[in-house]
């Protein structure tokens, strides 16, 4: 039961809070500053480095994923000492993977050999459109242009390279979403993240929703048919979906991201960055304070960690589910079963595979090409049951 998490693996996750500039959809943790101390922010990471390996002594660190914000905008010094400080403090998975978020700006892109000279070896770009008047839209400050050329240059840089894209924008039609995904597929790539666009509360773009000001969304009809398209494209070419809005060429998948969908523990360092930690045989989960200079602050005085909860084995078992239904290999029944010391619920089971929405083969559950599109609902009528 205490190793439950081995099942997943073990990662680090480095949040940098800053962006050039704010995207109206983003409700992640990120600020604009115009004056970043890079010095004083690397000793804070090291110094977080060491409080957290200090309580979780003798692991094998399998991933490190710098998130963000831009985490591009980091000195590439920075990202080097936090990676050696990493391998130094826990051990170093042989196929270790570090994976840093970029924007594609050109600036950024030159600064690509350093970061790969620090130990970085996978770049995840920020494209999110190959369309230079809905980059516009989307508080994007790259073009089209640049993100080509900056993506080139990371090819140059590193094996492995993803981007990001967004679908179901405003006035999107399903052929032109067809053309764009068929012309990011032409780029010599292994793994995409696709996202459908969701308005959230807190954002630019939810206030202009919540004022009748944001027109030409597609209505769930349409948002269908681009999911639908796709799955076909991104098979075709050999992309096929891993998790529910990512796709890769097998073997290429992000190590980092099944750490979480496949219930691993996971050290989160920087601001407002979650952690999920097994200590003396409890999970906890972990939370850092969100606003820069409080994590400063609190990292000056001891720790940035801000609220550390241990979780029960039955909410343990319930994130596994939640998260464990995103990806195309489902859970495993009988793990669930031991955490949550009950049986998965029969009926659930039952019906949903009647309606074909999950294949179940008595030891995994596996969500169905069409279940994923009610994934919520599928969810939900385990956890209620």
Not at 59 to 83: A, C, E, H, Y
Not at 93 to 120: K, Y
Not at 233 to 239: E, P, Q, V
């Amino acid at each position: 039961m205490t190793e439950d998490w081995r099942h997943g693996g073990f990662g680090l996750y480095v949040h940098w809070p800053f962006c050039q500039a704010k995207c109206p959809y983003c409700d992640f943790n990120s600020h604009v500053s115009r004056q970043i101390d890079q010095s004083a922010w690397c000793d804070a990471y090291l110094a977080e480095l060491e409080r957290t390996a200090a309580e979780t002594p003798g692991r094998v660190l399998n991933s490190i994923f710098f998130g963000g914000g831009t985490p591009s905008l980091m000195d590439p010094d920075t990202v080097g000492r936090i990676v050696e400080a990493a391998c130094r403090h826990w051990t170093p998975a042989n196929d270790i993977e570090v994976t840093l978020e970029a924007n594609p700006g050109s600036v950024e892109a030159a600064r690509f050999g350093g970061f790969r000279d620090g130990g970085v070896n996978r770049v995840s770009m920020g494209v999110q459109a190959l369309n230079d008047a809905d980059l516009k839209r989307l508080g994007r400050i790259h073009t089209v242009a640049e993100a080509r050329a900056a993506f080139d240059i990371a090819r140059g840089c590193f094996d492995r390279v993803s981007f990001d894209l967004i679908y179901a924008r405003q006035d999107q039609t399903p052929e032109q979403w067809q053309q764009e995904l068929n012309s990011a597929l032409s780029m010599a790539i292994d793994h995409l993240s696709l996202y459908q666009l969701t308005i959230e509360n807190g954002t630019a773009f939810g206030d202009r929703f919540a004022a009748g000001k944001l027109r030409g969304l597609p209505d769930d009809d349409r948002a269908a048919d681009m999911y639908e398209i796709t799955q076909a494209i991104c098979d075709a070419h050999g992309l096929p979906m891993y998790e529910v809005s990512n796709h890769a060429r097998p073997g290429a998948e992000s190590r980092h991201n099944l750490i979480y969908w496949t219930g691993g523990d996971y050290v989160g360092i920087g601001p407002g960055a979650h952690g999920r930690v097994t200590l003396n045989g409890v999970r906890h989960a972990t939370e850092s304070a969100t606003m820069p200079t409080d994590w400063l602050r609190q990292v000056n005085q001891g720790k940035g960690e801000i609220t550390r909860q241990p979780l029960s084995t039955l909410e343990q078992a319930e994130e596994y589910l939640m998260m464990g239904l995103r990806i195309r290999s489902g859970i495993d029944v009988v793990r669930y079963e031991t955490l949550a010391n009950r049986p998965l619920c029969p009926a659930a089971r039952k019906s949903l595979a009647e309606l074909g929405l999950i294949r179940d083969t008595g030891d995994r559950i596996v969500v169905q090409k069409q279940g994923f599109m009610v994934l919520n609902a599928i969810i939900s009528e385990f956890l209620v049951g």
